[in-house]
């Protein structure tokens, strides 16, 4: 083999080399900065999922507020937990104030499941479902693995306390139960705590759902700004 030809061949396979050399390098850098790219990316749509969520916790716990102000609930409420109420007008308050939710508000808020209105020993005296009057709702929150009444029945006003989402065996659609303490106003204009806390299921999914779609659109965009 003439030397020329060598030559041409170990210049030939040196710049070969060189140039697995320089794709390995380029192949794995940018490897490595697109995993770093998906990470962040990830990172913006689980922070966005997040906020999103938080959010609508919020707006649970504001709507939540809205009807624990409701004069007609709290003024009832007041009348039917009163130690000198007699029985006859516990009853009666108690039917007015179920019908009074089950016709005059639940109506206006179609995500809203069920509302009771608990005693300090647990038991529903109102509801918009009548058939739970009685039901001890200390042995239901603790079937659900939550502490909202029992946390509620002793939070400061405008305290609200919620579980995590929990699916019904006759429902497989996720629900929240969200509490609050009920509180009246006294003579002097400002509020008295009552014994009684206002718990309201809400059907979330639609809501949540949507509202995490929106959301995943928002993140798209903010990917698509970041993509190479």
């Known amino acids: ?13 040196t710049v070969l080399f060189v140039g697995i050399l320089v794709i390995a390098y380029l192949h794995y850098s940018v490897q490595d900065s697109f995993k770093h790219q998906v990470v962040n990316n990830l990172k913006t749509v689980t922070k966005a999922n997040a906020g999103a969520y938080k959010t609508f916790i919020h ?10 102000s409701d004069k ?3 003024d009832t409420t007041e009348k039917l937990v009163l130690p000198k109420t007699s029985q006859v007008k516990k009853t009666e308050y108690a039917n007015a104030l179920s019908d009074y939710l089950a016709t005059q508000k639940i109506k206006y808020d ?14 529903v005296v109102a509801s918009s479902e009548k058939e739970r009057l009685g039901v001890n709702l200390q042995v239901e929150e603790r079937q659900a693995g939550g502490q909202y009444f029992s946390k509620a029945s002793t939070g400061n006003f405008r305290e609200v306390f919620h579980q995590s989402f929990i699916i019904q065996k006759t429902d497989p659609r996720p629900v929240i139960n969200v509490a ?3 509180y009246a106003n006294n ?8 014994p009684v806390v206002i718990v309201i299921q809400y059907r979330t999914f639609n809501s949540l759902n949507n ?3 929106a959301n995943d659109v928002s993140s798209e965009d903010e990917l698509a700004e970041h993509q190479f």
Do not use: C, N, P, Q
Request: charged share 20%.
């Open 1 to 13: 083999m003439k030397i020329r030809t060598k030559i041409i061949l170990f210049l030939g396979a």
């Open 59 to 68: 707006s649970l716990e504001g709507r939540t507020l809205d009807w624990s």
């Open 72 to 74: 007609y609930i709290r």
């Open 110 to 123: 179609t995500s809203v499941v069920v509302v009771d209105i608990v005693g300090s020993d647990g038991l």
């Open 180 to 182: 609050t303490r009920l």
């Open 187 to 194: 003579a002097s204009s400002t509020f008295e705590s009552l």
């Open 211 to 213: 509202l995490f779609l």
